[in-house]
């Protein structure tokens, strides 16, 4: 999923599509993406795996975010999950390797109870747009997994876990750990991980992922949870490989281009050390941002000061074209 869309930044930035054939999986370095498993520990008599979640904590003294890490118990092939699109994309991939290339979109949407409404029709991260995937309208729409504690936003959880438990479904809950709310809000009284512990059955996972490595990390994770550990194993060598053909022949291109990439609406720039700065870096794109993470702020002067070669926005920017390139602002 997430090669997909930077091979089709290759094509707009270089003008040519990624050869995937150039290096094979066994040409790939051991080191090149390399990433720490999640999993913890596999019970096959409890038909168990204990997944290292990780959730966004409190910012330390420097002002830097903590990470909390939490072993987390969870039923193989649970009956329901809640989650964004990017995760059933994920879990269709593998089913299709393990019916060896084919599958029907039910035999994803069978485990689907929620998803972000993003991921629905119109939505920023529309899955029938962006992955051919079509959400039966069963499927219930879930107004945010980034504001969990929110009180409407639980609301819907919560009615979600009583369905689960009137009718005894096991049910995870899966999304990125960089949530709108820290670990230790969300244990507060009437928050997200506080009410959601008093279902036995409901498993919330967290996937604090930085980089394209800690992505392999969740797929694998992924694999795991719905017992297609080898699947996950095939698709993460697959994307590396691709990946490192990428990688490698955008180093050939001379000079190298320097880049600015725009979060939507100008709420930030990527600057360094996350999922999206380490793809600038498999496209050999210098960034212009040298700040931590997303950086707020970073200003159009510096912009036309430092001047890219390249300039990213994301799609589902409200703004016109003009409005991103700074020609008009309203």
Request: hydrophobic fraction near 35%.
């Amino acid at each position: 999923m997430i090669y997909k869309g930077a091979a089709e930044m290759f094509k707009t930035i270089y003008g040519k599509d990624v050869n995937t054939s150039q290096y094979t999986s066994s040409q790939v370095p051991a080191d090149f993406l390399a990433y720490d498993s999640l999993i913890v520990a596999e019970d096959n008599v409890n038909n168990t795996v204990t997944i290292d979640s990780i959730i966004r904590n409190a910012k330390d003294s420097n002002g830097n975010y903590t990470w909390h890490h939490e072993n987390t118990v969870v039923p193989v092939n649970p009956d329901w999950m809640i989650c964004t699109g990017s995760y059933v994309a994920l879990l269709y991939e593998l089913i299709k390797i393990h019916n060896s290339g084919t599958a029907d979109q039910s035999a994803v949407f069978n485990y689907v109870y929620g998803l972000d409404q993003s991921a629905l029709a119109g939505g920023s991260s529309d899955i029938n747009e962006i992955y051919g995937l079509t959400v039966p309208n069963t499927v219930v729409s879930i107004n945010s997994t980034y504001y969990l504690n929110d009180q409407a936003n639980l609301a819907q959880y919560l009615q979600a876990y009583d369905a689960a438990h009137a009718q005894n479904k096991k049910i995870v809950t899966m999304m990125s750990g960089s949530t709108g709310v820290t670990y230790d809000k969300m244990i507060g009284e009437n928050g997200f991980l506080k009410k959601s512990s008093e279902y036995s059955e409901v498993t919330n996972l967290f996937f604090g992922a930085t980089s394209v490595a800690e992505v392999f990390s969740s797929i694998e994770a992924l694999g795991a949870v719905f017992g297609l550990k080898d699947e996950a194993q095939t698709f993460i060598q697959e994307t590396r490989t691709n990946f490192y053909n990428m990688y490698m022949q955008a180093k050939e291109i001379t000079p190298q281009k320097t880049v600015y990439w725009e979060s939507r609406n100008n709420a930030s720039a990527c600057g360094q050390n996350n999922i999206s700065s380490t793809i600038l870096d498999l496209l050999n794109l210098k960034n212009i941002v040298t700040g931590e993470n997303w950086v707020k702020g970073f200003g159009d002067e510096n912009v036309v000061l430092k001047e890219p070669s390249v300039i990213i926005f994301y799609t589902g920017d409200s703004r016109t074209m003009d409005q991103m390139m700074r020609v008009t602002t309203a």
